[in-house]
């Protein structure tokens, strides 16, 4: 089945007891044990497993062509339950521009439990010259928070597999409408739902996605239970809800990221636009190869410095200043701000999000802050 169709269809199912078309949401933490103490449809409890999380997690694991999905009540809990599923002094290598909330988690809570190196890991030499005998994991973030580097899938998973390390990919800016790593070797796939999933910049939520269910993976869901950082009843519900439109969604954002980056990339005082889609990106053609779409991510650095990209800021109407992204409407930030002092983000660089206003409207106001 194509993904639209997926996207409607696979967490929906005609709840048997009222014949409801869409699943009713089940607020209850408890059900009911039978005499013998079993459990008739399996639920005990709702932090080990809830009908709307289940159903989530269904939709997820469809989407990525995964075989099983664990919903996290932020991105950054799906991040930690990796962490967390490794032994203690084992190995990670990450990317040097990882995005900054899951570096920092690495950095400050796992320090002294896990070793790791932040390295370029588009550079093959230092890719191979940082694996070593107690590496397990090799964490890939593509396209990149906020330049917008594209790290080629297939070439890390080749390399990853001479040694036996596992790799995870945070395909968050890209979802499952524009990138499928698993096809493509990766063993799980990590996403903040709080981005394109929710799309309404309205919920918190973080998944995992599994090629295989082994033992790494039922450490996972321990971690899941009983760490038991899990999405409420409600929040899944309202992702199943938002997924079932992803593609659309994904589509018109990334119609808009096209115009809006052609049109910034002609103008005399922006010094370089970041974005897969265009020629000009380095990566251009393995995001091509690897991506069925370019996403709707992308930066750029405006002439002049820090001063003259935060007038830019200023003067803009219709694109919100603020951080996240994904949602519907266009968001736009000062990203080195954001990052704080030890950043290495350009300070010229603007990051934006763009929504599904209409292109005109987003171009038009663009413009006259450009002026
Ligand atoms: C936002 C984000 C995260 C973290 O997700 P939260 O839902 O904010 O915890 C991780 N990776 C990327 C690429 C993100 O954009």
């Known amino acids: ?23 009713p949401i089940v607020m209850s933490t408890t059900f009911e044990r039978e005499v013998d103490g079993s459990y008739v449809n399996g639920y ?9 999380r289940h159903q989530l997690e269904k939709v997820l694991a469809k989407l990525e062509r995964g075989v099983e999905a664990a919903a996290f009540s932020s991105g950054n809990a799906a991040g930690m339950a990796v962490f967390q599923s490794l032994a203690p002094g084992t190995h990670i290598i990450c990317p040097d521009d990882m995005y900054h909330g899951l570096r920092n988690q690495i950095k400050i809570l796992f320090a002294g439990i896990l070793t790791f ?27 990149s928070n906020p330049l917008l580097k594209v790290t080629d899938i297939k070439k890390v998973i080749a390399i990853a ?6 790799v995870v990919v945070d395909s968050t800016f890209a979802t499952p409408v524009f990138q499928r790593p698993l096809e493509l070797g990766a063993d799980l796939v990590m996403h903040s739902s709080t981005k394109y999933f929710g799309g309404h910049s309205d919920l918190m939520g973080g998944a995992l996605i599994t090629a295989v269910k082994d033992e790494w993976w039922a450490k996972i ?88 990209a935060k007038q830019v800021l200023s003067k803009l109407k219709l694109f919100t200043i603020a951080t996240s992204l994904g949602g519907v409407e266009s968001l736009i930030e000062h990203r080195a701000s954001v ?7 350009p300070q010229n660089l603007l990051r934006v999000s763009v929504g599904l206003e209409h292109i005109d409207d987003l171009i038009a106001d663009m413009e006259q802050a450009l002026e």
């Open 221 to 308: 869901r321990q971690v899941q239970e009983m760490g038991g950082a899990i999405p409420s009843p409600m929040d899944c519900y309202y992702l199943v809800r938002s997924l079932k439109t992803l593609p659309y969604r994904m589509r018109g954002h990334e119609h808009n990221a096209h115009l809006l980056t052609a049109f910034l990339e002609q103008q005399p005082n922006v010094e370089s636009v970041m974005y897969p889609g265009l020629t000009s990106h380095p990566q251009h053609q393995i995001a091509k190869d690897q991506m069925l779409g370019f996403g709707a991510m992308f930066s750029f650095c405006v002439k002049g410095g820090a001063d003259a």
């Open 161 to 166: 597999k001479q040694h036996q390390i596992k």
């Open 44 to 52: 005990i409890y709702s932090r080990a497993a809830n009908p709307n």
């Open 117 to 143: 190196d932040f390295i370029d890991i588009n550079n093959e030499a230092t890719l191979k010259a940082n694996i070593r005998p107690e590496t397990v994991l090799i964490w890939v973030e593509t396209p």
């Open 1 to 23: 089945m194509k993904i639209e169709t997926i996207a409607i269809h696979a967490g929906n199912k005609t709840d048997d007891a009222t014949k409801a078309v869409i699943q």
């Open 339 to 345: 990052e704080g002092p030890d950043t290495k983000t």
